[in-house]
């Protein structure tokens, strides 16, 4: 036979049939040793479970703009209870208790821009998208 040098495979792979393999466990640029890829902690910041607004820089809420939103929607203030806001909630529930009903739309409206814009919570962060 004569020596038509490496092989297709051999080319492909970069594997050399004339170097013995790297030793088991071996670390280095040319070991062939696969290590993981070292990602950024995005969420797992100990100050911000939830991460960043990206806009502000500041943590967001463990509460979420959803669950404010629909809840102020559905029952009058709720949603802002929720969100740790308790005096307003409490005020747009009494004003659709003393209107009967006619002040819902406070609530109605107040539960949309929760939705569209978001809101804060009783510390000040934004809620979570």
């Known amino acids: 036979m004569t020596d038509q040098g490496p092989r297709r495979d051999e080319q492909e792979n970069g594997w050399d049939a004339t170097q013995p393999p790297p030793p088991f466990g071996a670390t280095g640029p040319d070991s062939g ?6 990602y950024p902690p995005y969420f797992s910041q100990p100050g911000a479970p939830f991460g ?15 669950g404010a939103g629909l809840l102020n929607i559905l029952v009058a203030g709720v949603g802002r209870m929720y969100a740790g806001q308790i005096g307003l909630g409490i005020a747009q529930l009494l004003v659709a208790i003393v209107t009967c009903g ?6 109605l409206i107040d539960g949309i ?4 814009n978001g809101g804060r919570d009783e510390h000040g962060r934004p809620l979570r998208p």
């Open 113 to 116: 821009l929760i939705l569209i």
């Open 102 to 107: 006619i002040g819902w739309i406070w609530s």
């Open 52 to 66: 960043y607004d990206p806009a502000t820089g500041v943590p967001f809420s463990p509460k979420s703009r959803l």
């Open 33 to 38: 040793a696969w290590e993981p890829p070292q």
